[in-house]
């Protein structure tokens, strides 16, 4: 059975793997660096759907399909689903997992929900209660722009410091199997408010809540930054990244070059006018589903913290002057138990 | 770290928006605008309409051009390289409102389109209503004699 | 000449909006609104009008614009009207823009779908 490190660290006990992640992106992923690692690109950012919520579910659903397919099972064999989108009552993540009629948790944790999930999904199969469980996260730009900020027709300019929203979805299915790479702890993040107004300052507002899960990652297993081949936080983009990066520092926490950020390795910055980088559940599911995931079978990185990150804001708390608080969870994902 | 020099340090490592050339940027494509709108004004005089009706068919032509530039999606890329020159012009108001109504018409025609049109432009209508309510109190009053 | 003016107010006017929003981080709805109450309050105490007249549609087509349009509609109707003119100033005076907008947003809508963004290739 997992047993609890310290405050905040569950070590998982029982071997839980992940077999199998499917990705499935919008045209503008497709363009970027970590392309030739996404399973589905799609041509049409409507996924042929009429609405932007609509197409966000059929992502969803599409990378749900893909990765039963991938791992050669069919949805009967997957106990539970868990998945949380970005928009009003988890519609996105609900209405396309529901076509699969599989027993299903619906989560929140903003763009940390592929971290969360997987967490929840870890711990259950380690207790025994369930084989095998999808963890998976959805987001899409134009549907989060319409939901959180302004109609896409609008001419306004982005702020220099703003992410882009990444269109996609990302799933993993975890398994009680014997095959690496397995995920062996699993720190839950406690929600930190540094008092970031900013709404395009996400990275600022979320750096805080990072850097305080990885340092009681690190307190809890009694591990060194070292330890880990590679320590890549969610969307906190460049800016974000080199906040958490000083945070850390103040901490007592050395990070170097291995700390990096989902929300710059997934855009080009030159090239794609992306800004501070990207950001969304996707930017986390989708790059880990990718690109992580396919680092980790080929054994070019064999150690990884995997530290999904949240802004926690809704319209109404901004509007009502309320300041950004920011979550954070970190996965660790290890080749050897 | 405490918040406020945690603050600080957002502040250092935050890139500030180009203020040069996004400055120049708007201050030409509100000049463009303004011009644009000069010249519909001289053609409706030119054409024998007085100056109160010529200036109000100047709007509503600006309007009718701010409208379309927003159905076929130019108004947006105008808006990301002009910033306020194109968002503080009446065609930026005509943008305003025809944006959200092309954005929720999948919610329908009556809390979709109808019910979000003002969204981004109601508060425009609003304390422009009220402060020049405010303006004709005085003025009445004044006229009056009683100020 | 007329038109060099128009450029040159026209201009300014988004120059001092983009200035609020580069440094103050003044979100452009606050800037909008601040900008017709601006606009009808130097109106009405006579000092909008003049840049009207050096500036022509330089001073009408942005915003500010708007706020001496409803102050002086304002005007003008308890001029004619009485004390009613209060009341029916304001949306007499914008009713042409206004129903435009609302007219031709609406028949946009029916022809328009939402877009993402263009992408740079």
Known sequence: MAK??????????????????????????????????????????????????????????????????????????????????????????????????RPFWGIFSACSNIGQAMSIGALTIDSGAAEKIIAGASSHFCSAEKQFRTPLE??????????????????TILSNSQDGPFITHATVGKIVDFGVVDA?????????????????????????????????????????????????????????DTYTDCGIKIFDKAKQDTHSGGSGCACSAVTFAGYLFNALKEQTLNKILFVPTGALLSPTSSQQGQSIPGIAHAVAIENTR | MEKTKYQELVNELSPNSKIISNTLKAFLIGGLFSIGGQFILNTFKSAGIAQDSAATYTSIVLIFIGVLLTGLGLYQRIGKFAGAGSAVPITGFANAVASPAIEFKK????????????????????????????????????????? | MEYMKAFLVGGLICVIAQILVDKTKMTMPKILVSFVVIGCILSAVGLYQPLVDFGGAGATVPLPGFGHILARGVMNEIDEAGFMGIFTGAFKAMAGGVAAAVVFSYIASLIFNPKEPKQKK
Not at chain 1, 215 to 233: G, K, M, N, Q, W
Not at chain 2, 121 to 133: C, E, K, L
């Open chain 1, 154 to 171: 609008l001419g306004n300019q982005r702020a220099p410091t703003s992410t882009w929203t990444v269109t996609g979805s990302g799933c």
């Open chain 1, 4 to 101: 609890r490190l310290g405050e905040q660290t569950i070590k998982i006990d029982n071997p839980v793997s992940i077999i199998n992640t499917a990705s499935v992106v919008g045209p503008k992923e497709g363009q970027g660096p970590l392309a030739r690692y996404f399973d589905v690109v799609l041509d049409d950012i409507l996924h042929g759907c009429e609405s932007w919520e609509k197409a966000e579910s059929k992502i969803v659903e599409t990378a749900l399909n893909k990765v039963i397919e991938k791992a050669d099972l069919s949805s009967r064999d997957i106990d539970i689903i868990i998945a949380g989108d970005l928009l009003d009552q988890n519609t996105g993540s609900t209405f396309g997992v529901m076509h699969l009629n």
């Open chain 2, 107 to 147: 919610e329908g025609h009556i809390m979709g389109v109808g019910a979000r049109m003002f969204i981004l432009a109601g508060p425009v209508i609003v304390f422009g209503t009220f402060t020049s309510m405010i303006v004709g109190v005085f003025y009445y009053f004044s006229k009056g004699g009683l100020l």
């Open chain 1, 200 to 256: 395009a300052n996400m990275g600022a507002a979320m750096a805080p809540a990072a850097a305080d899960t990885i340092a009681a990652h690190f307190r809890d297993t009694r591990r060194e930054p070292s330890y880990y081949d590679l320590i890549i936080t969610g969307d906190l983009g460049y800016i974000g990244r080199e906040l958490a990066f000083r945070l850390m520092g103040d901490k007592g926490y050395q990070l170097d």
